[in-house]
């Protein structure tokens, strides 16, 4: 009992560690980060690094993360609902249902580097480059196939004998989703909502290459803006990072607890 | 079209129009340019053939990014899965403070690969980094993280580890918690010893999340760029460029956009192989 | 099941208002400017700040990114015809691309820039020698040399004079100076690794390109350049393979190497900053040495043009005029450490006293060498910064990696 606790102890820090380093070294001033010492905490705190980043208003950046997140997480919701329940419950002609899910698969393994200058193209002739709501439109492609992939698990635990039932008493298709297939599901739907939400915040790639004004970027982009040719700002940088990931650490709890139901619910 | 076709193309409509969007028009633009040689597009493209296929083939560096690319999704994929193992029997026991140690651990798979490719560079430092600065502080030689070529790709193995291993304790912890205790229990009544119990009864019930663990991170490691790009650039020399990179490379520095888009498609092609094997696991599951 | 109603309409809102807010905003007079990030982006912000008093009714927006990023966003829009930028800041060697594929706007057509150039910027921001304008010179950036005054002087070296001299000088300090590292340079794979390259190929007497714009790596010239620099490495840190600009101003601000080939003056602000610099006033920055052939720094001059396709081309040109103003110039130098673009301006007083250097970069300026005015460089750039780190890790014997390169630029600048 007592090897067990000290070694989860022991990996527990060890996994908290770089954040914890990373935290301190926003509190830093630049003589100490370059000196390489193991001190983890800063002998002269100083505030320099978050009153830069007030200065340059990163807040705004902020709002622009969680705008882009929660428009993902929405319209990912709403298209890969249906289309689980569609995979996992009706018949398809020719086996359109698993030339689908390789489909989706396949999307999934594309390298995101692969598909950017295209899609760059594609969200310019729609008009949609350089708005928040061409990244939530380009994010799909990471969002719907983990959606569907993960929600496809989810309506498989759906006992059918709810939806026969209602289906004798005369439901549609649309009755019998909403009111019955969804509630159950409930907590298989925040626990994808919650990853998609997680990978949206977090997404660099696109959000870097398709907004081009400095007033439209992220927060993954504005922390990579910190590592230039000439040198790198580590202690904005540590602070940005923390900021970034202090609302995802907060809800580690709510993460964990969706990933778990998620692999439980998704596998059994 | 009848009822249920109606009802069918509904459901399935809106996210199939998203994605046919967003991918088939980039795909078929790939395969396109795979065969025409070009700096920019389509416009001024010259068709080629299977040119751009020979000379990936014969291409020293393209060999050494796959080979690269399998070493490293080899490598992260068995250490995570084998380190979730480890970590998901570590929790499975009740103990003081498991609920706040198992955040802890969870922790560093929810940062972004940016930050988590910032922090891991500067610990990485030969001089001043923190890995350096503490193994010498108890005597031990500074390593030479990410500029030894036989090391440099094993450092990325390792931050990889880092962020990915919560992923596979999550799994394989949800595993291990749908096992009936009273299989175990009885396994124990009857003197079997706790290797034993592992070995036979542990290990083949929980065989579909070791499964499932593995090939999620194995995708996902088939596609490493992020890491790379910040961390080594696929430097020193090709130590660290995986087939990713080697696109990027390619495409944005090179300007062979006709190279990059054949060998875009090789990955593809080696992805859909990969993919079609998951998806019959994954129906055929659904089936049972 | 209560609560679905509610939850749908708080859903609902949510989705509304983050669609609202990602529609695109309603325009006024807008500027778009794409620069650089770091003390560039510093001046530019400064200068923005300044003209954004002046014209209020402008609405400025500007782009910050690092060098290769800022390439491919010009590129990227030029090619796609987007209409979305109107001041453009670029490096001199971008210049031959974009003039040559009607990416910037004619200056001189557009009512002119006058001023007292540095005379290497202004050649390279015309298409011919008297030709049109198509760029102005904004910072007059050339590539130093940095070395310790303090441990040379203390070992009796002198002022390194040519190349064998300093390597001669970073061998004695190797024998005498064991708590400092001789010498270091950025040995990344690509622009870092050439860009300190260059300087050496010149003054041993060799090109990427010739005159007739053929690759000429290969011969005995390059090849005395290569084996030079390789010997060099002995004389560097552990990891030099792997080292950028953030490494090279670290080691030599934390005092721990004592000569860095390539130092920038974009650089050498933060040397003397006592809150951050363990080598206050002790670090002398000077043109690169020669060695068969006289110095040949490397001119990195950024520039400002307008796009071809700025739907803004005269309020783009009246903010370049206001930037490369005597007064905004000077403004930036002293607020920011960027080098001016304006010759008379490296003897003022005020500035001299500020940044000691300067005579030797004014010096440094009439040496300047351009990087090869072809269109294909960062390809070549590319490929000549692969095969120059693997024949530093040792991968590759330098006369095969210089046959190599030369074969594949040949290729790239027949396309």
């Given at each position: ?16 560690l770089p954040?914890v380093w990373m935290a301190a070294t926003a509190l830093k001033p630049p003589g100490e980060y370059v000196s390489g010492s193991t001190a983890l905490w800063p002998r002269a705190?100083?505030?320099?690094h ?176 910190r590592i230039?040719?000439d040198e790198t700002l580590w202690g904005q940088l540590s ?30 | ?116 490719s910032a922090v891991w560079r500067a610990w990485f430092h030969y001089d001043i980094g923190f890995l350096n600065v503490a193994l010498r502080s108890i005597g031990l030689p500074g390593v030479p993280w990410l500029f030894d070529?036989?090391l440099a790709?094993?450092s990325?193995?390792l931050v ?70 910040a961390m080594t ?56 | ?177 064991p708590g400092v590292t001789p010498l270091a340079f950025r040995g990344m ?47 560097t840190p552990r990891g030099i393979e792997t080292w950028n600009a953030t490494e090279v101003r670290e080691a030599m601000e934390q005092g721990r190497v004592a000569?860095a ?6 650089w050498?602000?933060t040397l003397?900053d006592?809150s951050r610099s363990r080598v ?136």
């Open positions: 009992m007592r090897a067990r606790l000290a070694g989860a102890f022991a990996v527990a820090a060890l996994s908290v954040i705190p100083t505030l320099m978050l009153e830069a980043l007030a200065a340059a208003r990163v807040w705004r950046l902020g709002l622009n993360s969680l705008v882009v997140t929660l428009g993902t997480t929405l319209v990912a919701l709403a298209a890969s609902l249906p289309a689980a329940y569609a995979l996992a419950r009706l018949s398809f002609p020719r086996r359109l249902d698993m030339a689908f899910l390789v489909f989706i698969l396949v999307v999934k393994l594309t390298p995101p580097i692969v598909l950017a200058v295209p899609l760059y193209q594609v969200l310019r002739g729609l008009g949609l480059l350089d708005t928040l709501g061409g990244l939530i439109l380009a994010y799909q492609i990471y969002a719907l196939p983990f959606a569907i992939w993960m929600l496809l698990g989810f309506v498989r635990d759906v006992p059918v004998a709810y939806e026969d039932a209602a289906r004798i008493d005369g439901a549609g298709t649309a009755r019998i989703l909403l009111d019955i297939v969804f509630p159950v599901m409930a907590p298989g739907i925040a626990a994808t909502a919650i990853l998609v939400a997680v990978a949206a915040w977090n997404e660099f790639l696109f959000a870097f290459l398709f907004m081009q004004s400095p007033s439209g970027f992220t927060l993954p982009t504005a922390i990579a803006t230039n040719e602070a940005l990072g923390l900021l970034a990931s202090l609302p995802i650490l907060c809800l580690v709890g709510i993460v964990h607890r969706a990933l778990t139901r998620g692999f439980a619910g998704g596998l059994a | 079209m009848g009822a249920a076709r109606l009802r069918l193309l509904l459901l399935i409509g809106p996210a199939a129009a998203i994605l046919c969007l967003l991918s088939v028009y980039p795909l078929a633009r790939l395969l396109v340019l795979s065969f025409t040689d070009s700096d920019h597009g389509l416009a001024g493209a010259r068709f080629v053939g299977l040119e751009n296929y020979a000379e990936l083939a014969a291409s020293r560096s393209f060999r050494v990014s796959a080979r690269n690319t399998v070493w490293f999704t080899v490598m992260a994929t068995a250490s995570e899965v084998l380190a979730g193992l480890g970590l998901a029997l570590l929790f499975d026991r009740a103990f003081p403070g498991r609920r706040a140690l198992t955040l802890a651990l969870v922790a560093p798979f929810v940062l972004s690969t940016v930050v988590v070529p036989d790709l094993g990325i193995v990889d580890l880092w962020q990915n291993a919560p992923f596979c304790f999550l799994i394989l912890a949800a595993g291990l918690r749908a096992i009936p205790p009273e299989v175990t229990e009885a396994a124990r009544i009857d003197g079997a010893g706790a290797w034993r119990r592992f070995r036979d009864i542990t290990l083949p019930l929980l065989a579909p999340y070791l499964f499932i663990a593995a090939l999620m991170r194995s995708l996902d490691s088939f596609k490493l760029f992020d890491k790379v790009y650039g696929g430097g020193p020399g090709n130590a660290t460029e995986t087939l990713s990179m080697h696109v990027h490379r390619l495409a944005f520095r090179y300007f062979e956009i006709g190279l990059a888009s054949a060998a875009a498609i090789v990955m593809i092609v080696v992805a859909a192989l990969l993919a079609g094997l998951y998806a019959r696991a994954l129906l055929k599951e659904g089936a049972r | 099941m209560r609560g679905l109603p509610v939850r749908r309409s708080i859903l609902a809102l949510a989705a509304a208002a983050s669609l609202a807010s990602a529609l695109p905003a309603t325009a006024q007079e807008r500027l778009v400017i794409a620069g650089r990030d770091a003390a560039f982006g510093q001046a530019l912000a400064k200068m923005v700040e300044a003209y954004q008093a002046a014209n209020p009714g402008v609405r400025i927006e500007r782009l910050e990114l690092p060098g290769g990023a800022l390439y491919e966003r010009i590129a990227l829009n030029a090619r796609e015809r987007t209409r979305a930028l109107d001041v453009v800041m670029l490096d001199d060697i971008w210049a031959p691309e974009f003039m040559a594929n009607g990416w910037l706007a004619d200056i001189d057509r557009l009512g002119g820039v006058q001023g007292a150039f540095v005379r290497s910027a202004d050649a390279v921001s015309r298409r011919t020698a008297d030709g049109p304008r198509f760029a102005v010179p904004f910072v007059g950036n050339v590539a130093m040399f940095a070395y310790r005054t303090d441990l040379f002087a203390r070992h009796g070296l002198a002022r390194p004079a040519s190349w064998a001299a300093v390597r001669a000088a970073a061998e004695t300090l190797r024998e005498k100076e794979r690509g622009n870092p690794i050439v860009t300190g390259f260059l300087p050496i190929l010149g003054a041993f007497g060799g090109a990427v390109v010739d005159a007739q714009g053929r690759a000429a790596l290969d011969n005995e010239a390059a090849l005395a350049a290569l084996t030079y620099f390789l010997s060099l490495k002995p004389l000569i080939i390539e130092y920038w003056p974009g050498a602000g003397d006592a206050v006033g002790q670090v002398a920055l000077i043109p690169a040495p020669g060695e068969t052939r006289g110095p040949a720094p490397m001119l990195g001059a950024w520039m400002l043009g307008v796009a071809a396709d700025s739907p803004n081309a005269a309020r783009a040109l009246d903010f370049i005029r206001f930037a490369t103003s005597p007064e905004q110039q000077k403004r930036m130098a002293i607020e920011t450490g960027n080098p001016p673009a304006l010759a008379p301006l490296y003897a003022d007083a005020d500035l001299v006293r500020a940044y000691r250097w300067y005579p030797a970069q004014a010096e440094a300026l009439e040496l300047a060498q351009p990087r090869p005015r072809i269109t294909q460089w960062n390809r070549v750039e590319a490929i000549l910064g692969e095969h120059l780190q693997l024949a530093l890790i040792g991968q590759m014997q330098p006369r095969e990696a210089l046959a190599e390169a030369n074969r594949q630029i040949a290729r790239a600048l027949a396309r």
